[in-house]
């Protein structure tokens, strides 16, 4: 098989890390895949419960689309698509616990027709409300795939003005859907990113806003580890190994904090941009500057994300899942089959990283009772909060001129390829953006390599086909 003679190191086994091994390792390539971490996953993994030994916590709730082809493709991969759960029906619930759906309908209507009625009787918005999404969405599929690439450099609050949309609407409609998505304030946030996920999810593909949430553990999605590659946990990378041939340099291998050495013909850095700035940090200025792809890492920006695991007395909550009008928890999932365990999540959760744990606590306890009939009498037993400080990067606008490429140019460092969601992957900083970083990295190091991509198959995945109405309003575009 082509590349058999070729080894790579991949630093970091998050989602980015495994897809590139995932798709290095049909070619014939030599993997070896180092984690720090004692299980692979990285920010989307488990840890095991201090308090309760054996019982194992997610880090934060992850929530995939049909939509997320590569991520999709790479659950496939590894083998554990059927640990995914997949819902047809978002739930809103509003500030007094009343249940709003958005759902498609059936015949295979395709999209954006499909979700047409479920918004027709969405009884959370008013008929106002609702016309003026009407308004914004068709406005969305009117621009194209090509034309939010222009507003990249736009808050999406001055795209929202712009289409007259009401101010109600960011807390009952965008807020509940955007920030969770994009992991940044609705109104801050680049319109380009903003639109994506409306045109993504919603209105290119009538499979594009299925929910998939995990029916297991989020370390248990990435326990099959691909053949032929050796993954190392509990190994961290300490630095790596360059070598200058002429005027360039390549990356030759790395070096463990134990001291041992993996040489390798080509390094893939999937790994935060934080610890990317650390391990080049030793090579010359007017090195890093010929390269160009670290230019911008420091000023994106890290945003926080929590996630609140709660355990009452009794079962409170029925519903899989369920996006809250109004906080403080953005949005809830139920974690055992009796609705007596949820985790909630806030993203850009900025404000909450300094406030103290029970005074948290009591808050969330207090709005899931405001919502659940269940839960007016029940005792939280406990709960456990985790804060993720540098969940993802902020899609602000000109964010992505600060997001390089995974494969180095003309001029860069041979052989050291990035991966990672804050890379180039055009899309924002999601298990989604993730999954195609690793996928793209794969590519690079194909390209640095000098193999053909094309067997035994390309390694990114396409978007969802562009269903008929919205080609025919120019979404295809």
């Known amino acids: 098989m082509a590349g058999q003679s070729h080894r790579v ?86 500030a007094r616990g009343r249940r709003h759906d958005l759902w498609a309908v059936g015949g295979g209507m395709p999209a954006p027709l499909h979700l047409g009625p479920a918004m027709a009787l969405f009884g959370l918005l008013t008929l106002k409300e609702r016309a003026a999404v009407v ?45 969770s998505a994009l992991n940044e304030e609705s109104r801050l946030a680049s319109s380009k990113y903003a639109i994506q996920v409306f045109q993504e999810a919603m ?55 134990g001291g041992e050495m993996i040489t390798a013909d080509a390094v893939v850095l999937a790994t935060n941009h934080h610890a990317v700035t650390r391990f080049v940090a030793g090579l010359s200025e007017e090195t890093r500057v010929s390269d160009g792809r670290f230019e911008g890492l420091e000023k994106l920006e890290s945003v926080p994300i929590l996630g609140a695991h709660l355990w009452f007395d009794r079962p409170v909550m029925r519903e899989a899942s369920a996006a809250l009008v109004n906080g403080p928890l953005q949005w809830l999932f139920r974690k055992d089959s009796e609705g007596k365990v949820l985790h909630g999540v806030i993203s850009a959760a900025r404000a909450w990283v300094n406030v103290p744990k029970e005074q948290a606590l009591a808050q969330f306890e207090a709005q899931v009772r405001s919502l659940f009939p269940g839960a007016r009498d029940a005792r939280l037993e406990r709960g ?37 969601d804050y890379t180039k992957t055009d899309w924002p900083a999601t298990m989604e953006g993730a999954a195609r970083s690793g996928y793209l990295a794969a590519s690079a190091v194909l390209a640095e ?16 086909a562009v269903q008929w109405p919205a080609r025919l309003l120019g979404l295809a575009r």
């Open 9 to 94: 190191v991949v630093v970091g086994a998050g989602i980015a890390g495994l897809a590139c091994a995932a798709a290095l390792a049909p070619r014939g390539i030599g993997v070896t895949l180092l984690e720090s971490r004692h299980a692979p996953g990285g920010r989307a993994s488990s840890f095991e419960d201090q308090e309760r030994p054996g019982e194992l916590l997610d880090n934060c709730q992850h929530v995939l689309l049909g939509c997320c082809t590569n991520l999709l493709d790479l659950y496939r991969r590894l083998g554990v698509l059927e640990k995914v759960a997949f819902f047809k029906r978002v739930h809103f619930l509003d």
């Open 135 to 179: 308004r914004a969405m068709l406005a969305m599929a009117r621009i194209g795939r090509s034309g939010r690439e222009k507003l990249e450099g736009k808050p999406f609050g001055e795209w929202l003005d712009e289409h007259r949309q009401p101010a109600g609407l960011l807390a009952k409609f965008y807020d509940p859907i955007l920030v």
């Open 203 to 257: 209105l290119a593909n009538r499979k594009g806003y299925v929910v998939g949430l995990p029916a297991c553990p989020l370390g248990e999605l990435y326990e099959n580890i691909p053949a032929g590659v050796m993954l190392r946990t509990s190994d961290r990378a300490e630095n790596v190994i360059f070598e200058k041939t002429n005027a360039s340099h390549r990356a030759a291998g790395v070096q463990l904090r």
């Open 384 to 420: 456990v909060i985790v804060i993720e400080k540098r969940a993802t990067f902020s899609p602000l606008p000109g964010a992505d001129r600060l997001r390089p490429a995974q494969g180095p140019p003309p001029a860069g460092i041979r052989k050291l390829i990035l991966a990672g």
């Open 449 to 464: 390599l000098g193999i053909s991509e094309s067997q035994p198959e390309p390694a990114l995945v396409p978007d969802l």
